[in-house]
């Protein structure tokens, strides 16, 4: 406990050290290094005031730059001197600024205006032009929300985790299955974070939609490796979406209609002055789908009642006090709803409240604090029409944290510190059981850990063509009482129920277990040329909580379990390597890069045959350890300008896992590897009006278990596998085409504010039954044998193919803006 | 633990519908799959009670998956139960059809309460065994009847058996609870129901309570029973691996679907003495059996609930 307080108290004390050096009077400190002045400031959207991610900035004069952090700001320090500063993002018309540095520190914010909308350009991906290959990070895959708009995906719903399953390294185990899987790395791996706060299920409908409201996303950023010292916690990747500020120049009401759901989003400026400047503005987006709504009619007699509905509501405020503070309050509550008598209800809350301080022009702190909360309820009867008999269960896992992110811009380098610190709180699963009137509670008790975590990174240009990344990260995790912990049998076969044999009781905030961690990060670029360079990188990543699921698919009754006496911390060590150019008359029109990657996983959690999950008390006595390796290679080419633009990736990869007690001690295929990823999608502007799109996706199909042998016991056909091996066989191959077409409706006057397009589409364009599962069982119907004289019936064993959809599904959304 | 290894709620129905009524398609077809073989392995189905009449064991060989629903008999074995107190069953393949039976002599019948009983098989020279108990199981008090829809897309009404039973108080029990209709054994993959202490397994703290609502009405076909059917339920005591095999093989053989489990062997208790020889499959089980019967007559229907 007191090294956790040591940890705390450090980060309380890093910010006000940092700030009392920061703010010191800056004129001093140009004084001493008066060699030097520096230019800082934030760039928006001049069309609503969106602070722009990414942006370059670039000194004619030196050949160097910088980009733009997460909140749209940059500082760029420079001997003294005048400078010509051009200002670029990729979609929004160049900026050049000639700036005086010869006696003190400039602030220049910016405003990017959108390039004129006649070019009906689509912009795949990166920000800067040429990013793919000047940035130093590797296997980032940035797709812009304009992207993601033009490849509507299930029902015509736009949708961000369905179209970052189409970059390179990113697969699911199929259709309709929660969350994705990353270079060979479990579900509960990839850190996806809204606006900084963690999202512990990122699906609506099973993994039919993400929670993510289209409308109120600006950025989505996807890391598979060479990840930087600022993200932990979790071992494959990192998903980070940033929520849109919402506009500052003027009120908007945005929406669309589809089939599926409906979609309304209001944004307008606040506080502002009589020169119609906003200190702020916000944002606010829900969503609802209605099938319930429309099938109302139809529901009679025990159906009446029914619910089976999703919503969801962002929003996002900002306030500029002043040109060195800012601060931001996003927050997401979303919510999956089942049932009639029998019901279930899931869904996320986030809030995120975060601080932006330039506490000088070198010197930036971004402080987050957030909550977040998933959490499931199950209920036998929701009606309660037999109040003295009845069942219902709840879990949840509840998390706060605090953390401070410092930013210090300096001459060639750009260094990154701090700290985060999270406290959670999992309920495993509380049931309530009424029989005959009497009602007891059981369950299991909550059980708490603290993570914590202090970090530093730098990134540093060391000669014109080599620039370096690197960092440490240190987390500690305690597992915490109240709570009882347990000891198991050791003296067990593998792949069998181990029992408890002891039990030790912990009092409130008494620590029960502590992990510590190392975590290194590495990254390097070299350029070979203007248009092409070569990256490497090496990250070790930990990951101290863990989704417990051994379906197919995880589903929304998964409980996440933290790591205790029992359960190890999951690590990851990942090194890449990678090959990027640029091509094309303007250097830049196409882009490729090769990527191949090896990772070793240690501490994978694995089941015992059997395992019982729910509201298990001794679950860690059926889980296992194992250890996992992934690699392959990544194939990218994409197309960025042009009437046609898209890309077209190719993933050949391995992802085995080694449990002792499965598959006879052997390494065999995990349920998500799959040899041959191939997705395409292209993108084509026909004219101003019509915008078409193509979406085509092939994989391996994904191993499964299937039986050597059968027999019947009590007349039921039992499959058997004689060899006990897992993943023996490989369900057929996955191919699908989807198509979309966007109609812009004519504006009746030039002035007209009301814009509005159709979004045609087809999913699984050539109805293909893909298969989600193949497996074994008797058919419903008995056969009648004669034997021994005796007629006799018996079961009639078959293969069944699983598909999730069976047939093309074809949609229309109409969209709006005003 | 009817259609669901979840709580017995029928959880994937209820997406099913969810799914259905929001226009999405699932579907599922029979396909041709070419399937290995692997060796054969000894498969032992005894389910020895205290009911009186003769007690069978069936021996067969497993098969290949596709043919196992005619599999070989296992011929030519020796098959004997002893009791604690070293009494011997003996076991014999009256037929040559690998069903070995022991007949009681008149009022006889199998079996004690709280003994334990040890199968031996000596088969093509490996000698296997297992060990089951015979345990205690509660009366049933009533079975009635209630009219309902069969499911709620139906317009047919049909008659959903409740039973009441108490689970025993102060000790842990497990329970396997089978219905008939008209004399035949409800045998659809999802009618293998098993309970702890009357309830569903897990930390579930219902000693000596009512037998909870899920699992009073587990005893139900997907049509319901119709006027003047004659029903039957059992509830047999069984041992704690029982439990957990009836709960895996209820699992592997309604496995499909997004969220199946993955497939694994379902376990035995069988145990060949040479370790290092051919393993068997299948169960061994005794149990005594408490039963009531009755019909689907206006004596027995309560007023329905909505």
Redesign the interface.
Known sequence: MKKILQIGLLLLLVGPAVRAQGTSDPAPATRRTSAQATVSGYIKDAANGEGLIGVSVFVKETGSGITTNSYGFYSLTLPLGTYNLVYTYVGFTKQNRTIDLTSQNVRLDIELKEEGRDLQEVIVSTKREDDNVKDIAMSVNTVEMKTIQKIPAL?GEVDVIRSIQLLPGVSTV?E??TGFNVRGGNVDQNLVLLDEAPVYNSSH??G?FSVFNPDAVKDVKLVKGGIPAVYGGRISSILDVRMKEGNSKKTTVSGGIG??FSRLTLEQPLFKNKEGQARGSFIIAGRR?Y??IL?KPFLT???KGSR?FFYDLTAKANYRINDKNTIYLSGYLGRDV???D???NWGNTTTSLRWNHVFSDKLFLNTTAFYSNYDYL?D??LKR??PK???N?KSSIVNYSIKPDFTLFLKNNTLTFGGQAIVYDFQPGL?N?A??G?V?T???ENKYALESALYIGNEQLVSKRLQLQYGLRYSLYNYLGPGEAYEFQTDVPPNQRRFPVSTTTYDRNETIKTYGNWEPRFSAKYELNEVSSLKMSYNRLAQYIHLVS????S?P?DVWTPSTNNIKPQIADQIAGGYFRNLGKTGTEYEVSVELYYKWLQNQVD?I??A?L????YLEGDLLNGKGRAYGAEFFLKKNKGDLTGWVSYTLAKTERFVDGINNNRWFPT?FDKRHTLNAVALYDLNKRWSFSATFAFATGTP?????????????????????S?NNYRIPPYHRLDLAATLQNRKKKPTQKWESNWVFSVYNAYGR?NP?????????DK?T?T??GEQVQ??????????????L?PSATYNFKF | MKNTP??G???IH??L???L?????????????D???????L?I?G?LTDQPGPQTI?L?K??????????PAALGATVIVADEDSVIHEFIDV?G?GTYVWTPKPGEVFGKIGKRYLLGIRFEGQEYYAISQMNSVPTIDSLVFREE?PN?LEDRKGFAGEFYATDLPNQTDYYWIRAYRNGK?L???SD?VVSYN??F??????DG??????IRTSINPDSLYNRNDSVKVEVLSITPDAF?FF???S?????????????????TNVVNRNASGPKA???FGVSAVSSKTVKVEEVNIRPS??
Do not use: M
Not at chain 1, 794 to 807: D, K, L, M
Not at chain 2, 64 to 70: L, R, S
């Open positions: 029902l199929g309709g299955a409908l099973f039919f089939l599926i789908s099938a319930d099938a007699g025990d159906l089976f089942f049932g009639a029998f019901g279930f199950l036998s009867d029409k037999d008999d009845y069942f269960w049931a059981a029989s005959g009497e007891r059981f369950g299991l051994n379906t197919s698919a589903t009754l089941y045959d059997g019982d729910l509201l298990n008390k349920r499964a278990t299937f039986p050597t042998n059968g027999y019947l016991f009590q007349g039921y056909l039992v499959p058997h596998n004689a060899e006990n897992r039954k989600f599962s193949v497996f074994f069982r008797q058919a419903e056969r044998v034997l021994n018996i079961p009639v064993a078959e293969a069944v193919r699983y598909s999730v959809f069976a047939t599904i | 979840i709580f709620f029928s959880v209820v997406i519908l969810g799914l009524l929001l226009g999405l398609s699932s579907c599922e077809d029979p396909i041709d799959i399937l290995q073989t692997g060796p054969s392995q498969a189905d389910w069936k067969t497993t098969t290949g998956y596709f043919d196992a629903a005619q599999p037929k059809n829809k709620p054994r045998d659809e993959t293998i009357g309830s397994n897990g930390s579930a703290d219902t309570l009512l037998f909870i609502q899920p957990y709960q895996q093989l699992t592997q053989i309604n496995n499909g679907g997004l969220f199946a489990s993955p497939p694994a062997n379902v376990p499959v299948g169960f609930e909505d």
